[in-house]
């Protein structure tokens, strides 16, 4: 286990937790992302996630830095699970621990977001009927995935 880390078997979400716990942590948050099966009112089949894996992991840890400096004293561990997704399966976990929790809750929202908004993690939503690559980005002609 890395604590910045995308992996292609099933995320165990206490393996994150148990990572960022410590002496000084008054508070550990723990979000999971999950495979949902209705999105606006159209049913999911399964996700497939592809990465750049080098750079997410990358991103993530600059996530990570970006969540130290900014409030000091939280611990992080983000996981984000990439291949064929299916409904309830983790996609993403993220765990902070901080003396206090506040800072904890803040900065594992933040986490979600900028991952969002930074890491080469792109998504392909199969339907019952058809399927789409999702993301911020543009999308590359050759694989119909999203870039920056």
Known sequence: MKPFEVVEAPIEAQVYSDYVLHAGAGA????????????HGV??????YEAYVPMAEKKLAEIGAEMEAKWPGVKVAIAHRIGELHISDIAVVIAVSSPHRKAAYEANEYAIERIKEVVPIWKKEIWEDGEEWLGAQKKYPDKGVDSV
């Open 28 to 39: 550990v948050t723990v979000f999971t992302g999950h495979v949902r099966e209705w999105t």
């Open 43 to 48: 049913r999911t089949v399964y996700l497939a």
